[in-house]
């Protein structure tokens, strides 16, 4: 039986939303964009995600909930899901990561890690 390897890749694109800020009144706005690519052998499916996001000042917020935008996309090895979410934060800076929960075609069920990533209003970081 060939070894099965259960592996989604995460990459993560975020960016400041100036339009959909309010900084005197300590809103910050961000876009992030997601890559999901199944890097395993086996086809997956994406059952839920959990956020972990924290601003400046050390405040967590944790998010969980089903699927993606409203989607829990099957991934066949090789395939790829692209989507674009949003967070809002008190502070210029922060940072987000997380998980999402799998289960594979076979039943078996594994995360896949969301690598940390800066949330930053340009000109904040030195």
Known sequence: MPDRQYRLEVTVQPRYLPDQSDPSAGQYAFAYTVRITNAGTV??????????ITDGNGKVVEVK??????HQPLLAPGQSFEYTS???????AGSMHGSYFCVAEDGERFEAPIPAFALSMPRTLH
Do not use: D, E, F, K
């Not at 997956?44 to 959990?50: D, G, N, T």
């Open 65 to 70: 909930g089903l699927g993606v935008v409203g």
């Open 86 to 92: 949003g967070s809002q934060i008190a502070t210029p």
């Open 43 to 52: 086809p997956a499916q994406l059952i839920s995600r959990h956020w972990v």
